[in-house]
Every structure is written in structure tokens, then in C-alpha cells.
């Protein structure tokens, strides 16, 4: 059937894996030990593009992705199906949404839920200076970001924040104006709102903002949200349009992977010291966009330093690049 294809290019297992919240990380391209049963052996075999799976360990447990909703909820395959399609959003009828390569429909996904944030506020003056002294980041690129909607204030827990969030309102992540911690949820930098629905941390914000543009710079998090924001501004590369995923652990939801197709995507991974989480992310990402035809390439930060010394990590990092070396270090930043 046309939509079993269509569900098997649009999840992944590895994305369902994590929808699943099921134990130890899928490895693709290599052994892990299997999500199901406890097991001492690395015996489970995911492909590279996370397409399919064979567990050595249980002759029975192989498959393609309807196979693995089917060891994951204990279902049919015609339940599994269902799950999957429901996941996807697809339509009842495929036919009605493939006419001119028209996108998926997306007003209302399921399992994603707009959120009620009455209290968001665009902000003033003063709350864009702060940001701006905070993450190094222009005065009017910030003005740009407020302007489409995506960065909003709020005064939560008795502090000022900053909130990054998009048209959909099906995610929203906070940060303290005063650089501090969260300490109600265990001294977090990031604050994810609550209100959302299952699945959210994935949606990737800013996508559909980013319809009309030819150009998307991915980043992870909503630092380098902004810092985009920031180099666009740098660079007048008003083409393009920033958009964030809010964790290396997320891959991409698959509602919102085919908007995706077609555009020329730069991913700005993390290079964070004694973790591989930013590279790992990025691959999963870029395999995620070639799947639906965008043209993909990740961004180098190897190399450049920060003003203070130390190796840049991210693009929020490389604002604070001291401009009298970066002349050598001359290469375009967005795509």
C-alpha cells in the first residue's frame, strides 16, 4: 500500500524509539542491545539510515519500522499501521494531499497540541538590551527575531525570561534574562514550558516560518536560535531562516520533516567537549533531510577561538570570536 511507504520514509526507528521512551540509545549502522528484554549482549543491529532491524538475539524481533510499533506497543500490524498513520498525521485518504507536491497538512498534527501561553509578552526595549548584552548577540537582529514572533518574554517563577517559540505553539523553551539557572527543575539552563503534548521537544521551531524562504540554518537549542538571528543580520543573508531543534537527542518529527524537502539546509552542530551528542545529532538530521530531498552540508568551527581563548562550541559561541583575528579565518557563515 502507497501510505506504508510513504509512514516507512517518514519515521524512522531510531525517531520511534525515542517516542517510546524505551531503555538504552539506538545505534544506527552498528550493534546495541535491544529495547525490548533485558539483554547482556549487544545483539541488536539497526541500519545505518535506522530503516530496519534485525535482533540476532531473538530470531523473531526483525523488521522495518511497522515491525518495530509492533514489538514497541505489543500490536498487530494493522494496529501498528494505524499508530503510525495517526503519528504522521496522514490523511485518510493520500491522494487528496500529494496533488502539485503539495506539503503535508500540518494545522493540527496529531499528538501535538498548541499550548495556551497568554502570558508570553513581545517584550521592550530594555528586555531586548539585556538578551543582547547576554548572549553577544545584535541589537537588531533581536528586533527581527521579535518581529516574526519567535522570541517573546515572560516574567516566570519571579524572574524575567526570554521565550523562543513559533507560529505553532507546540513547544516553548525559556531562559533566565540574568544568565541563571532554573533551580525547580533541578538547575537547568533551558526551561521547557509546560502545556505541550507528546512528541513536542522534536518539532522543530521556526519551519513553517522558514516556508518562504530558500534557505534554513538548523541549529540545536534556543541559544543558537537566536545567535542565527544575529549572523543572518552580520551577513544580510535575508534568504535565510534559523531554525532549532531543542535537544541533540531529538530527531526531527516526521510532521514536519517534508517541509523540509527541497531547501538548502546548514546544520550548526555542538562541539561540545567530551560529548559526541552535537555529532551525533547532526548525522541523524542530515539523513533525516536527504530523505526528503533537501540539500544538506553541517558547518566547521574547528579551528576558531573565542575572544577569552577558548575553542568556539556552537554558533552563539562564535559571536564572541575576536574580530581582529577572524580575518584569518574568513569563510561564510550562513548558507
Not at 1 to 24: D, G, T, V, Y
Not at 219 to 230: L, Q, T, W
Not at 241 to 270: N, T
Amino acid at each position: 500500500m502507497e501510505f506504508c511507504a510513504e509512514i516507512k520514509q517518514r519515521i524512522s526507528i531510531p525517531w520511534l524509539w525515542r517516542h517510546h521512551n524505551l531503555p538504552r540509545d539506538p545505534k544506527p549502522g552498528g550493534r546495541c542491545r535491544s529495547p525490548f528484554y533485558e539483554d547482556n549482549n549487544p545483539d541488536f543491529f539497526l541500519s545505518r539510515d535506522g530503516s530496519w532491524f534485525v535482533d540476532h538475539g531473538e530470531p523473531d524481533h526483525k523488521g522495518d519500522v511497522i515491525g518495530f510499533e509492533m514489538l514497541a506497543s505489543g500490536c498487530t500490524r494493522g494496529e501498528a499501521i494505524r499508530k503510525l498513520r495517526e503519528l504522521a498525521n496522514f490523511p485518510q485518504k493520500l491522494s487528496a494531499t500529494r496533488q502539485n507536491g503539495q506539503n503535508w497538512p500540518i494545522s493540527s498534527p496529531t499528538k501535538l497540541r498548541p499550548m495556551e501561553l497568554d502570558y508570553l509578552e513581545r517584550g521592550d526595549a530594555n528586555d531586548l538590551k539585556r538578551l543582547a548584552n547576554l548572549r553577544c548577540i545584535d541589537f537588531e537582529a533581536l528586533e527581527k527575531a521579535t518581529a516574526a514572533g519567535v522570541l517573546q518574554f515572560a516574567t516566570l517563577k519571579g524572574f524575567r525570561a526570554w521565550v523562543v517559540i513559533d507560529q505553532t505553539r507546540y513547544v516553548a523553551e525559556a531562559r533566565r534574562l540574568d544568565g541563571e539557572l532554573w533551580e525547580h527543575i533541578g538547575g537547568a539552563k533551558s526551561w521547557t514550558l509546560p502545556g505541550g503534548s507528546e512528541g513536542r521537544k522534536s518539532w522543530p521551531i521556526g519551519i513553517l516560518e522558514a516556508q518562504s524562504f530558500r534557505s534554513i540554518a538548523l541549529v540545536e537549542g534556543s541559544a543558537d536560535f537566536v545567535a542565527a538571528y544575529h549572523w543572518i543580520w552580520a551577513e544580510n543573508k535575508f534568504g535565510v531562516a534559523p531554525v532549532a531543534v531543542l535537544g541533540a537527542s531529538m530527531s526531527i518529527h516526521p510532521v514536519a520533516l517534508p517541509l523540509f524537502a527541497k531547501k538548502r539546509v546548514r546544520i550548526f552542530p555542538h562541539y561540545d567537549a567530551g560529548r559526541l551528542n552535537g555529532f551525533d545529532a547532526a548525522r541523524r538530521w542530515e539523513a533525516q533531510l536527504k530523505s526528503v530531498g533537501a540539500d544538506v552540508d553541517c558547518f566547521d568551527f574547528s579551528g576558531l577561538k573565542r575572544s577569552d581563548g577558548q575553542a568556539v562550541a556552537d554558533l552563539n559561541d562564535l559571536c564572541l570570536v575576536d574580530y581582529e583575528g577572524w580575518e584569518n579565518e574568513v569563510r561564510e557563515i550562513m548558507p
